[in-house]
């Protein structure tokens, strides 16, 4: 079992920079893939950026890339996505999720196994 809490959220003007965190608690965080994941208002649970494990690879969808970076400090059980040049597009709440299958090729949220609260995250214009 895996506990999850998200911090760091908030409001910003677009070109801003916000970093979210998300600590795990549990000793086999180092194991698991970890996720960042968002929804807006009225739209579905998007896949945003995911780390294997060793933290030696990383997955992003297409319209974060170049913007957002995921990383991990296992010795710290946790997980952060340092978000650069935002736009009013990233408004959405911001989950973190962890995977115990080693793999973030898989996108869905359904494929993902522990889920934090969320951190609201709005980017004005």
């Known amino acids: 079992q895996v506990q999850l809490v998200e911090s760091g959220g908030g409001s910003v003007q677009a070109g801003d920079s916000l970093r979210l965190s998300c600590a795990a608690s549990g000793r086999t965080f180092s194991s698991y893939a970890m996720g960042w994941f968002r929804q807006a208002p009225g739209k579905e649970r998007e896949f945003v950026a995911a780390i294997i494990s060793s933290g030696r690879s990383t997955n992003y969808v297409d319209s974060v890339k170049g913007r957002f970076t995921i990383s991990r400090d296992n010795a710290k059980n946790t997980v952060y996505l340092q978000m650069n040049s935002m736009k009013p597009e990233d408004t959405a709440v911001y989950y973190c999720?962890?995977?115990?299958?080693?793999?973030?090729?898989?996108?869905?949220?359904?494929?993902?196994?522990?889920w934090g609260q969320g951190t609201q995250v709005t980017v004005s214009s």
């Open positions: 999720a962890a995977r115990q299958i080693n793999i973030i090729t898989r996108v869905t949220p359904t494929s993902w196994d522990y």
